[in-house]
């Protein structure tokens, strides 16, 4: 009855199992604690028959036990042990940036810090200190102000350009050094909600609340974007990220959408989309939101972060879910985001209490939680040249965290 829900219980019946349990099981302070602790989770009308939380772990053994033994393999790469070399520290807090919320965020290798607003700008700064510390010079190199809120911002391989997109459904694209619009496209009807370059810096991806992700050609010799596709979808598009590889060589750009089980890949070379089932099981139906999506960094794997206080591992090639993350918590109102280490040891992630998870990927532990923001955490980016971990939110400041 329950084990097969598993997956899908939100933190209300999952709190009412363990206080079930410890009532039953004769831990009455622990309980009195519990119950104090979590009483705006425990919903009273939900009331499961007794043992539940015990049967739903019986049912989970049986279902390994009984399992062909490849459901539960995970690829050697993916258990090796990790080098303690993740970021954990705030070595710099920038809060004078904007006056208003910073939604998101990029540092180059030239240490140049790119930042959107809801305030309509996208602002660059030098960062000094590096690694060691995080603090920026009394000006900003350039201050842009676009039509509409920023919502997202990418820039270009080549750190020549940067693309923005905002609430009234433009992508717009500027010059790094200068802040001068340089090309600009209204290739959405709502919100731009995120914008990636491909790898090789020839392709240019939007997605958007109006239900639609776009690829567009982008010529740098003079700046313009071209539609070569638009996928509909059947809600709204969460997220895209684009694989490792360039376009001739077989790259793919991968969307999520809400209210969808399946993960959309596009060949960028042909156009041609494929999916993958999310769900474990192989049914259609649509137990969690996949938020945000990204590669990883051999684009062996590809990890989504859902609503539902987990992030999902699976194999790019044969759909199937590898890992489980859990630790963060994130509900159908949150946006959250996450980004690779480098060495594929560690993932970084956004909870809606206000912290950024990291976890060990081998052990599918929270190895630190790192605290500093005080209001929602809107965007996050690590930087491998500098070794650190930028992140921005609500509270309009910019943290960069490093070892």
Known sequence: ?????????????????????????????????????????????????????????????????????????????????????????????????HNANIVAVQLLDNGTLFTGSVDRSLKAFSIIGLPEVAATTDEAIFSALLEAPVLTLAVHPSGRFVAAGDMSGRVTILNTATGAVLAGLQSHAK?????????????????SYDRTAIIMAFNADEPSLTVTKKLTCNGAAEAIAFSPESVADGGELAVTVRDDHRLHLVNLQTLTSRTINMNAFGDTHVSFAALDVSFSPDGKYVLAATDRDRLILFDRFTGKQLLNFYGATNDHYSQPRHCWHPSSLYLYATSQDFSIMVWEVATQRIVARLEGHKAVVRDLQYSPTHGVLVSCGFDKSVIVWGR
């Open 191 to 207: 919100y731009v909600v995120r914008v990636r370059w491909s790898p090789c810096g020839t392709v240019l991806a939007s997605a």
């Open 1 to 97: 009855y329950m084990g097969s829900q598993l997956s899908r219980m939100d933190r209300t019946h999952v709190a009412v199992l363990v206080s079930q349990y410890l009532h039953e099981n004769g831990y009455a302070v622990a309980a009195m604690a519990f119950d104090d602790q979590a009483k705006d989770l425990l919903d009273m009308a939900y009331s499961p028959p007794s043992g539940t939380l015990l049967m739903i772990l019986d049912e989970h053994a049986d279902a390994k036990r009984t399992a062909p033994p490849e459901i539960f393999q995970v690829p050697e790469d993916l258990k090796r042990e990790g080098d303690q070399q993740f970021c954990r520290e705030n070595i710099g807090q920038l809060s004078t940036l």
